[in-house]
């Protein structure tokens, strides 16, 4: 089952991987982390299809895409 999680202490909310994932499954989290950004986060888990765009677009690697 495919699912994708974000390290919210690397995240730095830069939306980017909210602009590509093609099934519009991420969203920023209502809470912030340590930096007091509102970090991404995947809502619907049975409908990603692990296609790694989030994965690979991220600047600061706080995404895992497991297959
Ligand atoms: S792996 Fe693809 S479908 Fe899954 S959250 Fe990332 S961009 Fe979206
Ligand atoms: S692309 Fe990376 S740093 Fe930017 S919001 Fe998504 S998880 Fe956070």
């Known amino acids: 089952m ?3 999680t974000v390290d919210p202490n690397y995240c730095k909310g830069c ?3 909210i602009s590509v994932c093609p099934k ?3 969203r920023f989290s209502e809470n912030m982390n340590a930096k007091g950004y509102h970090y991404a986060e995947c809502f619907n888990q049975d409908a990603c299809i ?3 765009m ?3 677009i991220c600047p600061d690697v706080a995404i895992t895409v497991e297959k």
Do not use: E, T
Request: charged content about 20%; proline content about 7%; glycine content about 6%.
């Open 2 to 4: 495919p699912r994708m």
């Open 15 to 17: 939306g980017l991987c």
């Open 24 to 26: 519009k499954i991420i």
């Open 50 to 52: 692990a296609c790694k």
């Open 54 to 56: 989030c994965y690979n």
